[in-house]
Structures are given as C-alpha cells and as structure tokens.
C-alpha cells in the first residue's frame, strides 16, 4: 500500500510540473506574440465630424493603408484612397480623403508604416 501511495505521489508531482512547463510556455508564447504585434488607433472624420473610431493591434511592419483595410472596406486608385467605410470621395465637391499620424500630415499610406501607440486620423474634407 505504501509502495501504490508513493507512486502515485510521484506521478501526481509529474503531472503537476508538466502542466507548469506548459503553462510558461504558453506565458512566454504570449509574450512573444504581444511583442510582434502594435497598438494604433484609427479615426475617421467627415469634415471636422467624428464618424468612426477604432482601436486596433496589428503586425510591426504594418502600412498605414494595410491597418486601414482591417479596420474598414477601402477603395483606392493609383495610390490614393478613394472611399473610406462607405464615404467617398467626391471630385465635383472636392472632397477627398487625407489623413495625419500623430498630427503630422503624411503621404503615401501604403509605405508610411506604423509604430505602437500611433494615432492616424483619416479626414474627408474639401480640399
């Protein structure tokens, strides 16, 4: 009976540090993941109005028009982008969409790539 106690003792204290190896590995796979990925927060606005807002983590390396296309349906051409969640851009109004990062006017979304913490502001406005 001792012999059968001291077995299972032991098996239980194996389990138990098994499930502790996977548990930080886990814990540091989670980590590693939190390092690979950003937080940046997406506003879209239709003159001076609020009409959206995201906060959103994405992949270090990430253009600004690749975050942009996961947070809404995106339209562009040649470039520039032409319609932003259902808002278009309006040539005979003049009315295109422009956007800042961190409150710096900014050219090219598809090679401004982000950083944590970034704040990209999409504006539809006359131009």
Not at 41 to 46: C, P
């Amino acid at each position: 009976m001792n012999k059968l106690v001291k077995k299972l003792g032991l098996l239980f204290t194996v389990i138990l540090l098994s499930l502790g190896a996977v548990g930080i590995a886990d814990a540091n796979h989670s980590h590693v993941q939190a390092a690979k990925t950003i937080r940046v927060t997406y506003t879209l606005k239709n003159n001076k109005k609020t009409i959206a807002k995201k906060n959103i983590r994405v992949k270090k390396h990430t253009t600004v028009l690749a975050a942009l296309k996961k947070c809404w349906k995106v339209k562009s051409s040649g470039g520039f982008v032409t319609s932003i969640h259902g808002y278009s851009q309006n040539k005979s109004k003049k009315l295109y969409w422009t956007y800042t990062v961190n409150g710096k006017w900014a050219n090219a979304a598809n090679k401004v790539y982000l950083h944590n913490k970034d704040r990209v502001v999409w504006t539809r406005s006359k131009f």
